[in-house]
Structures are given as C-alpha cells and as structure tokens.
C-alpha cells in the first residue's frame, strides 16, 4: 500500500523558515517523480516544486522559485521542501504527491501558517 506522510508544518512568522519532509513506503520511492502541492483556504490546489528520481533535477512554481528548495534523500524514502522568506500568501496546506502507474497518490497534508 502506498503511503506519503508529510510531517514538518507549523506557524512561522514572516521571513522566516520550515522544512517539510515527506516519508514514503510500499512503493519502490527511488523510481519516481515527487512533487509537492499546497492548497491554501478558498482557492484550488497549486503545483509547487517537483524533483525527477534520481533528484538531479528539480522545478519551481515561479511563487516559490529563489525561497524555497526541494529535495530527496532515496536511502531514506524520504523527501523535503525547504522554505525560506516565507511570506504570508505561503499560509496552506502542503502535500506531496506522486504518480505510480495510473494511479496519484497524495498524503494528508501538513498545515503551514505565515503570520505575525
């Protein structure tokens, strides 16, 4: 059974940083794709970073490119989101997300808050 865990969220001030981790099993994690997605209140999901397999290579939603910083670590099935300079439109909920097969799998989300 796949599962993705996201664990790392919290209340933050502006400017300041969290990072994400998104644990992964029952899947063979080194193969495949990763991305991260947030959803913030009253408006629809937003792509927000992706990393290839082998974590070579890595794309950025122009809201987050510069501040924020994904990556993988395929020894530990586990992967990150960085996030610097947060501002308070970075306030959402974070999942991450992959596609194994035909099937998408997503966790259940850690809740980021930027305020002051």
């Known amino acids: 059974e796949v599962q993705l865990v996201e664990s790392g969220g919290g209340l933050v001030q502006p400017g300041g940083s969290l990072r994400l981790s998104c644990a992964a099993s029952?899947?063979?994690?080194?193969?495949?794709?990763m991305s991260w997605v947030r959803q913030a209140p009253g408006k629809g999901p937003e792509w927000v970073s992706s990393?290839?397999?082998?974590?070579?290579?890595?794309y950025y939603a122009d809201s987050v490119k510069g501040r924020f910083t994904i990556s993988r670590d395929n020894t530990r099935n586990t992967m990150y989101l960085q996030m610097n300079s947060l501002k308070p439109e970075d306030t959402a909920v974070y999942y991450c997300?992959?596609?194994?097969?035909?099937?998408?799998?997503w966790g259940q989300g850690t809740q980021v808050t930027v305020s002051s």
């Open positions: 997300n992959t596609t194994v097969g035909w099937a998408h799998y």
């Open positions: 029952g899947f063979t994690f080194r193969w495949y794709t």
């Open positions: 990393i290839n397999s082998g974590g070579g290579s890595t």
